[in-house]
């Protein structure tokens, strides 16, 4: 006997195929590499202002961060030669191969600076590469902004322009508390700086890209994405306070804003993560946006038609 026929059809299936990143893997490696990058400017400004466990603690984070970033970028590839095929070429209008050579010569200055600092010789060589590692922190910290939202998915594609603030800020945050934790309370006083000034960045950013957005933005309030973003929001905003007031020179209260700054940073990478998944799986914010595109440039092609937004 026949069975019935049943009918079936393309609507509502997805049309990318989502990213097959695993989330702990790339999101910590988005997370880690953003905590590097703020981590060698701490460091180089507190070697600079003569506060030595600051720079100390923030050299052996930058170091330790792009360790383990490079490790989970690895573990996501599946083997290290795959890493190192990224290196045979540098393509500059390619993020990835530029994020490939500058973590490549990241690396190796911030683990010279944290050895240099820890066994107290070569002071020259420890100062020149933790000067060096400063210099590429920022774009150690904002470049996978730049990767991200190079690829077709909505919610990361449609955030490029504000998507590398939000990073950076968050680098800083991450940065400061780790800094919060670590470091005596006496000599925390630009992290407890950085850390309001990387939340005033990374939480104005981030609210003016979902208004930006429209319609891509809608993942950033859903589901896991969202449960993520609010407590990255909390947490960031607690920290930064807690820091920033009277009790951030008690080592105790430094030492929660820390945490909370530590956990808030990390919420926004893995919230971002998973809400371009989400953007990725339903087909809506791929198609209704290209619509609004085609009409337009429609209207901008009639008479007296204005230019459509860029």
Same mark, same amino acid.
């Given at each position: 006997?026949?069975? @019935?026929?049943?009918?079936?059809? *393309?609507?509502? !299936?997805?049309?990318?195929?989502?990213?097959?990143?695993?989330?702990?893997?790339?999101?910590? *490696? /988005? *997370?880690?590499?953003?905590?590097?990058?703020?981590?060698? #400017? #701490?460091?180089?400004?507190?070697?600079?202002?003569?506060?030595?466990?600051?720079? =100390?603690?923030?050299?052996?984070?930058?170091?330790?961060?792009?360790?383990?970033?490079?490790?989970? /970028?690895?573990?996501?590839?599946?083997?290290?030669?795959? %890493?190192?095929?990224? #290196?045979?070429?540098? !393509?500059?209008?390619?993020?990835?191969?530029? &994020?490939?050579?500058?973590?490549?010569?990241?690396?190796?200055?911030?683990?010279?600076?944290?050895?240099? @600092?820890?066994?107290?010789?070569? =002071?020259?060589? &420890?100062?020149?590469?933790?000067?060096?590692?400063?210099?590429?922190?920022?774009?150690? +910290?904002?470049?996978?902004?730049?990767?991200?939202?190079?690829? +077709?998915?909505?919610?990361?594609?449609?955030?490029?322009?504000?998507?590398? *603030?939000?990073?950076?800020?968050?680098?800083? $945050?991450?940065?400061?508390?780790?800094?919060?934790?670590?470091?005596?309370? &006496?000599?925390?006083?630009?992290?407890?700086?950085?850390?309001? /000034?990387?939340?005033? /960045?990374?939480?104005?950013?981030?609210?003016?890209?979902?208004?930006?957005?429209?319609?891509?933005?809608?993942? %950033?309030?859903?589901?896991?994405?969202?449960?993520?973003? =609010?407590?990255?929001?909390?947490? $960031?905003?607690?920290?930064?306070?807690?820091?920033?007031?009277?009790? &951030?020179?008690?080592?105790?209260?430094? +030492?929660? +804003?820390?945490?909370?700054?530590?956990?808030?940073?990390?919420?926004?990478? %893995?919230?971002?993560?998973?809400?371009?998944?989400?953007?990725?799986?339903?087909?809506?914010?791929?198609?209704?946006?290209?619509?609004? =595109?085609?009409?337009?440039?429609?209207?901008?092609?009639?008479?007296?038609?204005?230019?459509?937004?860029?």
């Amino acid at each position: 006997m026949v069975p @019935d026929a049943e009918f079936s059809s *393309y609507y509502g !299936k997805p049309i990318l195929n989502k990213p097959t990143w695993k989330p702990l893997d790339i999101a910590g *490696y /988005l *997370y880690l590499g953003g905590l590097a990058g703020a981590s060698s #400017l #701490l460091a180089a400004g507190a070697r600079a202002t003569a506060r030595p466990a600051l720079a =100390r603690t923030a050299g052996l984070g930058a170091a330790g961060a792009v360790s383990l970033s490079l490790a989970a /970028l690895v573990h996501d590839l599946g083997r290290p030669g795959r %890493f190192l095929n990224m #290196l045979r070429v540098f !393509k500059p209008t390619s993020p990835m191969s530029v &994020g490939s050579w500058l973590l490549a010569g990241y690396a190796p200055l911030t683990v010279v600076a944290a050895a240099t @600092d820890v066994a107290g010789r070569y =002071r020259p060589v &420890g100062t020149a590469a933790t000067v060096s590692a400063a210099v590429l922190g920022p774009a150690v +910290a904002t470049y996978t902004a730049v990767l991200v939202s190079d690829t +077709a998915v909505p919610s990361w594609h449609e955030g490029h322009r504000e998507l590398p *603030y939000v990073f950076a800020g968050s680098g800083a $945050t991450a940065a400061a508390g780790l800094a919060l934790v670590c470091a005596p309370a &006496g000599q925390t006083g630009p992290a407890r700086r950085m850390a309001v /000034l990387g939340a005033l /960045l990374e939480l104005g950013s981030f609210r003016l890209m979902k208004r930006r957005m429209g319609l891509a933005a809608e993942p %950033f309030e859903n589901g896991r994405a969202h449960t993520l973003l =609010r407590a990255a929001e909390t947490l $960031t905003s607690v920290g930064a306070a807690l820091g920033a007031g009277p009790g &951030g020179r008690n080592r105790a209260v430094a +030492a929660v +804003a820390g945490v909370a700054l530590l956990t808030g940073s990390a919420a926004l990478r %893995f919230g971002v993560f998973h809400a371009g998944i989400a953007s990725a799986e339903d087909p809506k914010y791929t198609v209704l946006p290209q619509r609004e =595109r085609l009409a337009a440039a429609a209207r901008s092609r009639e008479p007296g038609g204005a230019p459509p937004a860029a």
